[in-house]
C-alpha cells in the first residue's frame, strides 16, 4: 500500500490505497456541491466535453444537473431525470431515452455547435451516439462563461447538484468521429492538451465537495463475481444483505446473454431489480405500503415474473463488482483494515486483507483470522459480517462496523450503504434508526483534560476571540426618584474551542447541553469601564447551546470510529450560546439640566474569571466597537424618553448605554405652569392701587406662600440629589421675585404714608392724605418693568438652559 492526501472541501487529511496509478476524482455528496473552473474564459474553439459520471444508487432529487458549460457564447447544460439524459441549450431542453448506469462509470459527452437552422445538439453515452426522443421548450437560464459541475452556485442559480463521482474531464475542440470509450477516455486524457485535471488551483469549490483518487483500474472495470446467497430469503432480505456486499440483482440483459447458464439449472428462480419490471427504482422498506409484488428471474424459460416480495427464495444470486473494498471501522487492533471479495465454491466467499488477515465463514460463524499474531475473532448466531456488530475479541467484546461504503456513503448496522448527506439529517431512514443513531452524544469530542470551569485559552498562552450580537427586548420604566432601569436583552455569544473535535456535522442547527461544555458566564455592574457603580446581578431566564453552520467545512472521515463518523476540526467550527437575561441596575444619572437635558445609563457586562483570555468582539459585519441597537418596545420610560440604546466594545467589557432625555411636558403643566402663574398673580398687585396696601401685600404674600408650597411638593415628587437641578433653580429665582414683590409693595406704601418737613414728622389731614405720593408713584412703576424684564429674562435663560443651548 502507500500513502496519498486525499483533499476534502478545502482541508487536506490522509488516506491508504493500493498500489497502481491513480486518478483524481471529483465527488458531489449532496444538492448544493459544485465546483467550477477559475482559470477564467473557456477556449472558443471549444464544442463538447467528455467526462466520466459515476452517479451514486440514491438521488436526493428526482432532476439534478451534471455539468454547466459555455460554448459559443451560449450556455448548455447537461443532467438527468430518474437518472434519463438530458440537455439544455437556450430555450430548448433535449431529452433522451438513455439512462446513467448507477454505481458505473460512464462516459458521457455533449456538446453543440452552431448551423444555419439555429443549433445542432450532441450527445454520446457509453460511446453511443445519442438521438433525443423528445424536444420541449424551456426557461432561458442566465448566460455567463462558466464551467461548472454540479449545482451552479452564482447568483441566479437554482438547478440541484446530482450526487455521485467525476473523472477524467475532456474538452473537444471537434466532434469526435467515434465517441470515446471509458478506457479511451481516460488514456485520451494523459495527453490531450483540452484535458483539464482536479488540481484544487483550478476550481472553486462550493458545498459537500471531495476531491480524491481513484485507481485507474477501477475506472472502466464492468467485472462481477457472482455471490449465490444459499438461504431463504423475501425480496427484503435480499436486497439488504446483497447491497451490503456492494452488490445487485442481475438484470432482464444478463438473463438474455447467458449469465445464469453457468448454473447449469441448479436454481429456479431469483430476485430481480425492480427496475427489471418498471424502469425506475424503489427503495423498499418492510413494512411499506409498496406493490406487494417484487419482480424474480426465471430461469426456466429467461423470462420475468412477478412474486409477493415477503415470500422466500431459496437461494438468490447477488452480483458484486470484483474491484470493490471492505473497510473495518473501529479499533480492528492487529488486523487488517481493507479487505477484497474472494470466491469459493457454489458462488459462496470469503474476504481477503491487504496482508495479514482473512474473515471466513467456519461452521455458522464468522471468523476475524491473523496469519500473523494468529489471533482469531468471531461473529456468533450466524451473523452477517457486514454491518455493525460487537466482535468477540479474546477478553472483551469489540463494535467493528465493515462496510463497501465508498467515500459519500455510511452503513448501517446491517450493511447496507445510505449517501452521508442522510447522516444525522434529523430524518429517520433505516428501521433500526442507524442512520441518526447518537447524533447528538457524538457531537464533539473532548480532550482528556477538558474542564468545563477553564476557558478554551486559559491554558494555551494565547487569548481568544468571543463574538457577541446584542438584541434589547425590553426596557422598564425609570422612575426618577429611584432611577433603576430594567433590561431584558438577548445576545449571542460565538467562540471557538480547541479542546474539542467535531462528528459528523450535518444539519445546520446542532443543539447541546450547555453544562456539557465551557460557555460565557455573564456578570454585570452599573457605570462604564471609567466609571465603574456597583455589581447588580444578571438573571439567565434561558440559555441555548448549539452549532449552525454556514458554510460546509472541512472533514476527515474516522477509520477507528465504527460509526464512521467524519471529523471537522475547532478550527472549522464556532460554537454559539443565546442567552435571554434580565438585569435591573441603578442609572447614576447628572440630572443638573432635569427635568430637561439628555442623559446616559449605562450597564457593563463582563466575563466572569475569564476576562484575561477572550477578548470581546462585534458580531457585526462592520466590526465597528461601537453599534446602535435597534429596538422596537416602547420607548415612553416614564420620566425619561428613550432615544436609542448603544453598545461600545471593549477588550474585557461590553457597556450597554440607554440614552435618554427629560419627560418635561407633564411638569410644564404641573409645576412650570402652576409656579409661574402665581409670580403674575404676585406681579398683577402692581396695578392695584397704591392706597390699596392691605389688598396688594395680601396678593403677594398669598401667592409667596402657594409658590413655597408648590416648591415643597415637587421637590418630593422627583429625584433627590445633593446638587441643585434647572427646576430647582425655577423655584427658587420664583420665589426671590415673588418675595421682592412683596418687598416692593411695602415700600411703595412706605413712601405713600411718609412726610417730612424739615425734619420733623407731622400729621395729615385726611384731605392731604388721598393727594397721590409722586414718589411712591414712580417706584411702583418701576417695580413693573424691572420685576417684568427679570421673569422674561428667567424665562429665556431657562428655555437656553432646557435645549441645552447654554
Not at 422596537?632 to 440604546?645: H, M, P, Q
Not at 411636558?665 to 409656579?675: K, M, R, V, W
Request: with cysteine; aromatic share 12%; glycine share 6%.
Amino acid at each position: 500500500m502507500r500513502t496519498l492526501w486525499v483533499v476534502v472541501a478545502s482541508g487536506v487529511f490522509l488516506a491508504t490505497v493500493h498500489k497502481g496509478e491513480s486518478v483524481g476524482v471529483a465527488a458531489l455528496e449532496d444538492y448544493n456541491a459544485g465546483l467550477c473552473y477559475n482559470k477564467g474564459e473557456m477556449m472558443e474553439a471549444v464544442v463538447g466535453v467528455c467526462v466520466l459520471v459515476r452517479p451514486e444508487h440514491t438521488q436526493r432529487h428526482n432532476t439534478t444537473i451534471i455539468l454547466t458549460h459555455t460554448l459559443n457564447s451560449t450556455v448548455l447544460y447537461a443532467g438527468m431525470s430518474s437518472f434519463r439524459l438530458w440537455v439544455e441549450v437556450g430555450d430548448q431542453r433535449y431529452n433522451f431515452n438513455e439512462t446513467l448506469e448507477k454505481e458505473v462509470w460512464n462516459p458521457l459527452c455533449v456538446g453543440h455547435l452552431p448551423v444555419e437552422n439555429g443549433t445542432q445538439v450532441w450527445a454520446a453515452l457509453r460511446g453511443n451516439i445519442l438521438t433525443p426522443s423528445s424536444i420541449e421548450s424551456s426557461v432561458k437560464k442566465m448566460e455567463r462563461s462558466v464551467f461548472c459541475f454540479g449545482h451552479f452556485f452564482f447568483k441566479g442559480s437554482s438547478k440541484n447538484s446530482f450526487t455521485g463521482f467525476l473523472a477524467s474531464v475532456s474538452l473537444l475542440a471537434s466532434i469526435p468521429a467515434e465517441p470515446p470509450s471509458c478506457q479511451s477516455l481516460i488514456v485520451e486524457t494523459e495527453d490531450n492538451n483540452f484535458a483539464l485535471t482536479f488540481n484544487l488551483s483550478l476550481w472553486n469549490l462550493a458545498g459537500p465537495v471531495f476531491i480524491t483518487q481513484v485507481q485507474e483500474d477501477n475506472l472502466c472495470s464492468r467485472s462481477y463475481y457472482n455471490v449465490v446467497l444459499n438461504r431463504s430469503l423475501n425480496f427484503n432480505d435480499f436486497y439488504r444483505l446483497c447491497r451490503s456486499l456492494g452488490g445487485r440483482s442481475p438484470n432482464m440483459e444478463e438473463l438474455k446473454h447467458g449469465l445464469m447458464k453457468v448454473w447449469n439449472g441448479t436454481y429456479d428462480v431469483w430476485w430481480a431489480e425492480r427496475e427489471v419490471a418498471d424502469g425506475t427504482y424503489k427503495w423498499w422498506e418492510e413494512g411499506e405500503a409498496v406493490t406487494p409484488n417484487c419482480p424474480v428471474l426465471l430461469l426456466t424459460n429467461n423470462t420475468v415474473g412477478w412474486r409477493p416480495c415477503l415470500s422466500e427464495v431459496t437461494s438468490s444470486l447477488c452480483r458484486v463488482p470484483d474491484n470493490t473494498m471492505y473497510t473495518f471501522y473501529g479499533a480492528v487492533k492487529k488486523f487488517d483494515r481493507h479487505y477484497t471479495l474472494k470466491l469459493i465454491a457454489e458462488g459462496g466467499f470469503y474476504l481477503e486483507g491487504d496482508a495479514t488477515s482473512s474473515i471466513n465463514k467456519i461452521g455458522k460463524s464468522w471468523v476475524l483470522h491473523s496469519r500473523l499474531h494468529q489471533e482469531k475473532w468471531q461473529l456468533h448466531n450466524g451473523s452477517w459480517p457486514l454491518g455493525r456488530h460487537l466482535w468477540d475479541a479474546s477478553h472483551d467484546n469489540v463494535l467493528l462496523t465493515l462496510a463497501s461504503c465508498n467515500i459519500l456513503q455510511f452503513s448501517s448496522n446491517d450493511g447496507v450503504c445510505l449517501p452521508r448527506s442522510r447522516r444525522c439529517d434529523g430524518i429517520q431512514d433505516f428501521n433500526d434508526m442507524s442512520d441518526e443513531q447518537d447524533c447528538h452524544k457524538r457531537l464533539f469530542r473532548k480532550e482528556i483534560s477538558y474542564d468545563t470551569l477553564h476557558n478554551p485559552y486559559q491554558e494555551r498562552g494565547e487569548n481568544g476571540s468571543l463574538w457577541i450580537q446584542q438584541h434589547m427586548l425590553y426596557i422598564g420604566k425609570i422612575q426618577s426618584w429611584e432611577s433603576i432601569s430594567l433590561i431584558q436583552g438577548l445576545i449571542f455569544f460565538k467562540w471557538q474551542d480547541p479542546r474539542l473535535t467535531f462528528v459528523d456535522l450535518k444539519v445546520p442547527f446542532h443543539p447541546f447541553p450547555c453544562q456539557d461544555l465551557w460557555v460565557p458566564r455573564l456578570s454585570a455592574m452599573s457605570g462604564t469601564l471609567h466609571s465603574i457603580g456597583p455589581a447588580v446581578a444578571i438573571k439567565n431566564i434561558n440559555q441555548i447551546c448549539y452549532i449552525r453552520g454556514y458554510k460546509r467545512s472541512p472533514e476527515v472521515r474516522d477509520l477507528s470510529d465504527p460509526f464512521m463518523g467524519m471529523l471537522t476540526q475547532w478550527e472549522n467550527v464556532n460554537l454559539t450560546m443565546e442567552e435571554y437575561y434580565s438585569i435591573s441596575f441603578p442609572c447614576q444619572l447628572m440630572v443638573h439640566r432635569y427635568p430637561f437635558g439628555r442623559y446616559q445609563c449605562n450597564a457593563s457586562l463582563y466575563l466572569y474569571s475569564d476576562f484575561k483570555e477572550m477578548e470581546w468582539k462585534s458580531n457585526y459585519r462592520d466590526l465597528s466597537t461601537f453599534q446602535e441597537l435597534y429596538y422596537e418596545g416602547d420607548r415612553d420610560l416614564l420620566d425619561y424618553f428613550l432615544d436609542n440604546v448603544t453598545m461600545d466594545i471593549d477588550n474585557m467589557f461590553v457597556t450597554l448605554t440607554l440614552h435618554l432625555s427629560g419627560r418635561y411636558e407633564y411638569h410644564i403643566l404641573s409645576s412650570f405652569c402652576p409656579s409661574a402663574l402665581m409670580f403674575i398673580i404676585s406681579y398683577s398687585t402692581f396695578f392695584f392701587p397704591i392706597t390699596d396696601f392691605n389688598e396688594r401685600i395680601m396678593g403677594s404674600l398669598t401667592s409667596l406662600l402657594v409658590l413655597a408650597g408648590l416648591f415643597a411638593q415637587a421637590s418630593g415628587s422627583y429625584i433627590k440629589t445633593p446638587y441643585f437641578k434647572l427646576i430647582d433653580i425655577w423655584y427658587a429665582v420664583l420665589i426671590m421675585l415673588n418675595f421682592g414683590v412683596v418687598i416692593i409693595n411695602s415700600i411703595v406704601n412706605s413712601l405713600r404714608v411718609k412726610k417730612s418737613v424739615r425734619g420733623a414728622l407731622v400729621k395729615d389731614d385726611y384731605k392731604t392724605g388721598e393727594r397721590k405720593n409722586r414718589r411712591a408713584r414712580v417706584c411702583n412703576m418701576m417695580a413693573k418693568v424691572v420685576m417684568l424684564t427679570a421673569f422674561i429674562t428667567l424665562l429665556v435663560v431657562f428655555f437656553m438652559f432646557g435645549a441645552e443651548i447654554l
